[in-house]
């Protein structure tokens, strides 16, 4: 029952239309039974008067007795006639000649009270048919437009759902290319073409990421072989470095890769957070200040959230500003982990459509392969937990939801 939803504004200007319609079609059947009621009390107005003056004593009266303008109107051997309410308000139709003198006329006067009522009965029968049309008219186009609302909201679930991440997501069947088609038809169908195209992309850059990881593996291999047989020396500890680099970036694509295969399974256990997470952070070699409150213990993945945390906390030291910290804290929902830093925040580009691989964001964020968050977020899902980023007046926080128990 929601006033705002369109099926309910259809309705209302159905319902506005026929009460229009109604209202007109009424004024004009008023205005022309009054017309002939009228038509017939001067009809019978004039023929009174002709008998009046046809029975040799007609009812003559001064010309100051007649009503209204009626006097003005009176011209020689011609009758005139004018409806009107006499002192007591009632309806009469009058009828008057000139006679004698020009000081005189002859006037008779025919009672209008019954065409009054018959013309205030049908206005009254009128009114109810219009209400009752109006009942009618409500629920009826309440009804004929909620399909095409169901329509709509279907469409506006699958935008929702697309949005989210389903590509797979759809309107439903396509409906054959006929003449005719409404909006709406239309509408579904550009979405469906637009999910389509986001999902042929989607898979293009997928394998394209796969590809280029599985190519590169190989000649890493043996990069990595040839490097350790280098003499040691100033170039040889650069070239090293490099091929580290090398070798991180393509052990993240292909994490990247089996990730977006849907090919990774979270195995569980009981974890303690804050013990994980110091040892992330001290495995890194960088600085992160653990808060908890207790010895909170979750039931995940430790291995991949591990994972999450070392890219967040890379993250926060690469592209923010110390301190860097590791909140944990627990609600009725699951475990909640809070990295924060102190730097310029996050993009806001990133905020709205979310990590994307290869992508830094604003160049006051650093440098770097912009893979680190986007293999956090793949394996936020694996393990059923939800990854959000957002921005504080303070820097940047990425807080992380861990389900009590394990995902279903």
Do not use: C
Request: charged residues 25%; aromatic residues 2%; glycine residues 10%.
């Amino acid at each position: 029952m929601n006033p705002a939803s369109l099926r309910w504004k259809i309705a209302a200007l159905v319902t506005l239309a026929a009460a229009v319609a109604a209202a007109m079609v009424g004024l004009l059947v008023h205005q022309a039974t009054w017309q002939r009621a009228l038509d017939t009390g001067e009809a019978q107005a004039l023929e009174a008067l002709e008998k009046s003056l046809a029975s040799g004593r007609p009812g003559v009266v001064a010309l100051a007795e007649l009503p209204g303008d009626l006097a003005a109107r009176l011209r020689p051997g011609r009758p005139a006639v004018q409806y009107g309410l006499d002192h007591r308000d009632e309806p009469w139709m009058w009828a008057a000649q000139p006679y004698g003198d020009g000081r005189h006329a002859v006037s008779v006067q025919i009672s209008m009270g019954s065409q009054l009522l018959r013309l205030h009965a049908l206005d009254r029968d009128m009114a109810k048919a219009a209400l009752t049309a109006l009942a009618v008219v409500v629920p009826v186009s309440a009804g004929l437009a909620e399909p095409a609302n169901r329509r709509l909201r279907r469409v506006a679930r699958t935008a929702r759902r697309i949005a989210a991440g389903d590509l797979d997501a759809r309107t439903g069947p396509a409906p054959p290319r006929r003449r005719g088609r409404d909006e709406i038809t239309d509408i579904a169908a550009a979405v469906d073409s637009m999910a389509a195209a986001l999902q042929h992309r989607l898979l293009a850059e997928q394998r394209f990421t796969a590809d280029v990881a599985h190519d590169l593996r190989t000649p890493l291999m043996g990069l990595v072989a040839v490097v350790e047989l280098l003499e040691e020396g100033e170039a040889a500890d650069l070239v090293r470095d490099r091929v580290r680099v090398l070798r991180k970036l393509v052990e993240d694509l292909l994490e990247v890769s089996r990730l977006d295969a849907g090919a990774e399974v979270a195995e569980r256990a009981r974890v303690p957070l804050a013990e994980l997470a110091e040892e992330s952070a001290a495995r890194l070699g960088v600085e992160a200040r653990v808060i908890a409150g207790g010895n909170p213990v979750a039931e995940t993945d430790p291995r991949r959230l591990d994972r999450i945390l070392a890219n967040l906390v890379l993250n926060a030291h690469r592209h923010g500003a110390p301190p860097v910290e590791i909140t944990i804290g627990v609600t009725t929902g699951g475990h909640v982990i809070e990295v924060r830093d102190r730097g310029p925040g996050f993009p806001a580009e990133l905020l709205d459509g979310g990590p994307e691989r290869f992508r830094t964001g604003a160049a006051e964020r650093g440098h770097g392969h912009g893979l680190g968050l986007t293999i956090a977020l793949g394996q936020a899902r694996v393990i059923g937990a939800e990854l959000s980023l957002a921005n504080t007046p303070d820097g940047a926080v990425a807080v992380l939801r861990l389900p009590l128990g394990p995902a279903g």
